[in-house]
């Protein structure tokens, strides 16, 4: 998984609520059996009409924002489906940053595991950072200094220390816990008596 | 010290935990289909590891099966690759798997409880968000991601952060034709699509208690629609008595002990809650959603709501764009939106009980002239108790189509889709834009309300049938 470390882009604001993962990746994109080639499909029906053709007014479908990566979006952003795509899509785009208030539960999780990072901040601080993405200025999200620094202010954000410390070191997750295997042996051992029945 | 039940399954799982609280939790069940774990399986072949546990998973096809004729196989050639894919994963790592023709094939969250697979206290989980349903059994189930798929084939375990707290009281006694998929409309409408991020969700109350097993089923299957890492059911006695004899249920000695450990999962009397919300069931009606959210939802006898009486200007926002998607306009009666399709099916209402009560209603009617509707069964052994029964005729004779078990219309990704401005009423579980196919428009109903709307050709209530 790549690091996360700093990142540096003028910044795309959809500024919708409950994006979900069937906006961000339809079920027909799903049939794929690799997690790259996403990226032309990301927003497919915000992004494209029936006919197949770019919509002109979605933001992405717009230079520079069609090369950000950095998405801001309205609160919980991403609920529904577990799909992973989701974050792939995001990833095959570019967009390695998505701010908003809030975010659905397993589409945060899911970041994590593809070198994404999901910021919270409050509707305040977004519409600020807007205003960047409306005047086409970069923003540099700093992982390690927690911040955003935009023009010359700067906003912190929170995150758990062990999810930052994946991101910054771009840690495979599998194989720290398989470093665990003692463990999950003597709990199964353990399991094997009290409930011999799973 | 007073423990949750939500508590007590986390504590009886907990392989490691690090000062910080992410943990490593073991996973008793792991239930896999074709579209989330390609990518997993692939990642394990890459890296050279192996399934840790095969025994403790099981496949099977459901998102991407054709639910006509399958004699001649998968005509879709992504979809077929998809589930060929399945099939020799499985086979290489040594998974069992029920395959596309086995009559035991299904929607994977309503195999696993028909197997016995599910069971009581586990922590169950699988690459599909409605996971959750499983929940309906004291089981800790929730969804994860494609990488999370992988971590558990190859550990048998899933990192996790603990979630609060939330008890959502239902009480009282449900008035006629208010069924289960209404009570969670109902919470969804009332706690919102994101009310429960952050929380597992326990539902209690004399409504819940007295429902059956397949009924509390829907409640937990709609449990992410609230946002909530899980929702969850103590078991009891129905819960023991349906998983009795069950093929993959605990048998002889084995059995009395997992009863026993079974009876031990409730809340204790003075368990903390961080949040609990109390709901009065004659407060529910039969309940129709309007818009392109779970919470969206409005009764049957109501109006579509108008975005300027809402004060949250992006709340205001997402209401206008909702109503444009949908086609509708504010202040018309519900009862005037006219429908073209129906249907019946998916993990939230496709089980035998949700087809009963279908077909009781729909026995000796027609379907009205301008709609098309269908039931998809949820599983091979709901679909051949149902023909028992004679249910698959009364769907035939009134014009609904009688189809082969799987997700089907509930997300489209086979051919069961709607076209653009094409209006459903569905039992499934979500009504995002899209869902069901590109402009399709999704009204989310129980059971019985698709029944009134098929006959009536609008949406209807189903307290006025018969």
Redesign the interface.
């Known amino acids: 998984m790549e690091k996360f470390i700093k990142l540096k882009s003028i910044p795309a604001h959809i500024?919708?609520?409950?994006i979900?993962t069937?906006?961000i990746i339809?079920?027909?994109f799903?049939?794929?059996?690799?997690?790259t080639g996403l990226g032309k499909s990301l927003f497919y029906?915000m992004r494209y009409d029936?006919s197949g053709k770019l919509i002109e007014k979605f933001i992405l479908n717009n230079d520079p924002y069609s090369k950000s990566k950095i998405l801001l979006a309205?609160?919980?952003f991403g609920?529904?489906?577990?799909?992973?795509h989701a974050?792939w899509a995001l990833l095959d785009f570019g967009i390695r940053c998505v701010i908003s208030p809030?975010f659905?539960?397993?589409f945060y999780?899911?970041c994590f595991?593809?070198g994404i990072l999901p910021i919270i901040i409050d509707?305040k601080s977004i519409q600020e950072l807007s205003e960047y993405s409306k005047r086409k200025e970069e923003i540099e999200v700093d992982l390690n200094e927690q911040e955003i620094l935009y023009g010359n202010k700067k906003l912190t954000f929170d995150i758990?220390?062990?999810k930052k410390k994946r991101l910054l070191e771009g840690l495979d997750?599998?194989g720290l816990?398989?470093k665990?295997?003692p463990?999950?042996e003597k709990?199964?051992n353990s399991?094997n008596k009290t409930?011999?029945?799973? | 010290m007073s423990k949750t039940l939500y508590d007590k399954i986390w504590d009886d799982h907990l392989?490691?935990e690090?000062n910080?609280g992410?943990a490593?939790l073991?996973v008793?069940r792991h239930l896999v289909h074709e579209?989330?774990s390609?990518?997993a399986f692939?990642?394990l072949r890459i890296?050279g590891?192996k399934v840790?546990k095969p025994k403790?998973t099981l496949a099977v096809p459901d998102?991407?099966v054709p639910t006509t004729d399958r004699s001649k196989g998968i005509s879709?050639k992504?979809?077929k690759?998809?589930v060929d894919?399945l099939r020799n994963n499985c086979k290489e790592f040594g998974i069992n798997l029920f395959d596309v023709n086995d009559k035991r094939q299904g929607i994977v969250h309503i195999i696993g409880p028909e197997q016995g697979f599910t069971?009581p206290g586990?922590v169950i989980v699988c690459?599909?968000?409605h996971?959750a349903t499983h929940g309906a059994f004291g089981s800790l189930a929730?969804?994860?991601?494609?990488?999370?798929v992988?971590?558990v084939l190859?550990?048998?375990?899933l990192?996790q952060?603990k979630s609060k707290n939330f008890r959502v009281n239902v009480n009282g006694s449900l008035p006629a034709g208010v069924t289960s998929k209404d009570v969670i409309l109902k919470i969804i409408g009332t706690i919102g699509?994101?009310g429960g991020?952050?929380y597992v969700i326990e539902f209690a109350g004399e409504v819940i208690r007295n429902l059956s097993v397949e009924q509390r089923m829907t409640i937990c299957n709609m449990t992410?629609e609230a946002?909530?890492?899980a929702g969850l059911i103590a078991p009891d006695d129905k819960t023991i008595e349906y998983f009795k004899d069950r093929p993959m249920s605990?048998k002889g000695e084995?059995?009395t002990?997992?009863v026993a450990?079974w009876k031990k999962l409730f809340s204790d009397s003075d368990a903390k809650f961080d949040k609990e919300v109390n709901i009065d069931a004659k407060d529910i009606e039969p309940l129709v959603t309007w818009g392109t959210?779970p919470q969206d939802v409005s009764p049957i006898t109501g109006e579509v709501p108008d975005p300027e009486k809402e004060k949250d200007k992006?709340?205001r926002?997402?209401m206008y764009?909702s109503l444009e998607y949908m086609g509708l306009k504010p202040k018309m009666k519900i009862s005037d939106i006219k429908v073209d399709k129906i249907f019946i099916g998916s993990c939230t209402n496709g089980r035998i009980e949700d087809l009963r009560l279908a077909a009781k209603l729909l026995k000796g009617k027609k379907i009205a002239s301008d709609v098309s509707a269908m039931v998809v069964p949820g599983s091979g052994l709901v679909k051949k108790q149902a023909e028992e029964e004679g249910i698959d005729k009364v769907f035939k004779n009134a014009g609904f189509e009688w189809r082969e078990p799987g997700c089907s219309m509930c997300?489209?990704?086979n051919e069961d889709q709607l076209s653009?401005k094409e209006r459903c009423a569905s039992t499934s579980n979500?009504n995002?834009?899209?869902?069901q196919g590109?402009?399709g428009r999704t009204h989310l109903v129980s059971p019985g309300m698709a029944v009134a709307a098929a006959i009536k050709g609008y949406l209807a209530d189903v307290r006025e049938i018969n």
């Open positions: 500024p919708l609520m409950n979900d069937d906006m339809p079920k027909q799903l049939k794929t059996i690799k997690r029906e029936e309205g609160k919980n609920c529904g489906s577990s799909r992973e974050p809030s659905a539960d397993i999780n899911n595991n593809n509707d758990e220390p062990a997750n599998i816990s398989l665990k295997i463990n999950i709990f199964e399991m409930k011999p029945w799973i | 392989v490691h690090d910080d992410t490593l073991y008793d579209v989330t390609p990518q692939e990642g890296q590891r840790r403790l998102h991407n879709d992504q979809s690759i998809q894919t069971q586990t690459g599909d968000s996971t929730f969804g994860i991601g494609t990488s999370e992988e971590h190859a550990t048998q375990t990192i952060k699509t994101a991020t952050g992410i946002g909530a890492r605990p084995n059995w002990k997992a450990h959210s992006d709340r926002t997402a764009r997300l489209g990704m653009s979500r995002f834009e899209g869902r590109r402009g």
